[in-house]
C-alpha cells in the first residue's frame, strides 16, 4: 500500500468517525527525552490536509512533509481561527469570536516559560510596532497573535517588547539571540487566508531557510520547527476544526517519518498536543489547559 493511499484511508476513517484516539496499527514509539534550546511555530491558515499535501502550488512545504516529520492524524480543535491559536497557547479555546479583544487572565505559556527562566518572542509579520497590543492594523491581524492578549504581557513593558515584526527574526539570528520560544506569524497575505497558496509557500521558501540554516538551530540540540495551519476549511468540522498539516523539521526529528508502509500507528493530536511538546522540548514538566492531559508527540524525536 502505498504512502498516499494509506493517508486516504485514514482520512476517510476520521471521517468516518471510525478512528478516534488512534488507528490499530503500530509503529515504533520514541521514548526520547530530547531537549532543545529554541521551538519555533510558524502558523498557516485556514486550509486543510486535502488542499495543502501534494498540491504542486505550495512544493517547499511538500518538501518539507516528505523529509521531515508529519502528525497523519492531527486536526484543529474549532471554528474560527481564534479559539486555535489559544489552544496552541493557554491549552483553552477561549472564545470563538474572531473579534475578541479582551486580557486573558489563565495559565499561558508565557507564564510558564517565565516561570522556567526560559525567553520567548512572537514574530509578527507588519505588526504596527514593537510592543502593539491592539486590534487588527492592515494586514496585521490581531487574532493570529495569541501572546499578545495575555495579562502576563499586558501592562508590562518588558514583556510587550517581546511583541516584535517579523525582521527582527534576522536580526537575532544574527545577533546569535534567538529566544527559547518563537511563535512566527506572516500577514494575511502570507499565511494563505487572503493570499494563495502559492503566496503563502512563497513567503515560507524565502524566510525558514534562514532559521533552518542558522548554527544555533541546525545543530543537535538546538532547535525544532514546526509548520501548521490553525484550521481547515469550515467544511471540515471533524474534531472541531478539521484535519491539517503539521510538519516538524530539525536536527532531532525523526526524517522521513512516518515511513511509507502500512503498519504504522496514528495518534490523534490536536493543538493542545503541539502546546505540550513544544514545552515538553524546553525542559518544562507542567503544561497549560487540555496540554496537561493531552498525547504527548516523541514519537518524532530521535531515540538514543
Do not use: C
Not at 512533509?65 to 497557547?89: C, E, K, R
Not at 502593539?132 to 514583556?159: C, K, W
Amino acid at each position: 500500500m502505498t504512502k498516499r493511499a494509506v493517508l486516504s484511508m485514514l482520512v476517510v476513517l476520521f471521517t468516518a468517525g471510525l478512528l478516534t484516539a488512534q488507528a490499530t496499527l503500530e509503529t515504533k514509539q520514541s521514548l526520547a527525552n530530547v531537549q532543545v534550546q529554541h521551538v519555533f511555530i510558524v502558523m498557516e491558515e485556514n486550509h486543510g490536509w486535502n488542499s495543502v499535501v501534494g498540491n504542486q502550488q505550495m512544493p517547499y512545504l511538500n518538501n518539507l512533509i516528505q523529509q521531515n516529520s508529519t502528525a497523519y492524524g492531527y486536526f484543529g480543535d474549532t471554528h474560527p481561527s481564534i479559539g486555535n491559536y489559544f489552544m496552541l497557547t493557554t491549552g483553552q479555546i477561549i472564545t470563538n469570536n474572531d473579534g475578541y479583544g479582551g486580557t486573558v487572565s489563565v495559565d499561558n505559556v508565557v507564564r510558564d516559560l517565565l516561570a522556567a527562566g526560559k525567553t520567548w518572542k512572537e514574530y509578527s509579520e507588519s505588526i504596527p510596532y514593537q510592543g502593539y497590543i491592539g486590534g487588527d492594523s492592515g494586514l496585521y491581524a490581531e487574532r493570529h497573535n495569541p501572546l499578545s492578549y495575555f495579562s502576563d504581557v499586558r501592562g508590562n513593558q518588558t514583556q510587550m517588547n517581546n511583541l516584535v515584526d517579523f525582521s527582527q527574526l534576522a536580526v537575532d539570528i544574527a545577533n546569535h539571540t534567538l529566544p527559547n520560544y518563537g511563535f512566527i506569524v506572516p500577514n494575511l497575505n502570507d499565511d494563505a487566508h487572503n493570499g494563495t497558496l502559492a503566496q503563502a509557500d512563497t513567503w515560507l521558501s524565502n524566510n525558514i531557510p534562514q532559521l533552518l540554516n542558522s548554527p544555533d538551530f541546525n545543530t543537535p540540540g538546538g532547535g525544532l520547527l514546526i509548520i501548521t495551519f490553525d484550521e481547515a476549511e469550515t467544511s471540515d468540522s471533524n474534531f472541531g476544526g478539521g484535519h491539517v498539516v503539521w510538519v516538524a523539521i530539525g536536527p532531532d526529528v525523526r526524517k522521513a517519518y512516518p515511513p511509507a508502509k502500512s503498519e504504522f500507528r496514528v495518534q490523534l493530536y490536536q493543538h493542545e498536543s503541539t502546546l505540550r511538546f513544544m514545552m515538553q522540548l524546553l525542559g518544562l514538566s507542567s503544561y497549560p489547559g487540555n496540554a496537561a492531559t493531552a498525547p504527548d508527540m516523541t514519537e518524532f524525536i530521535l531515540g538514543d
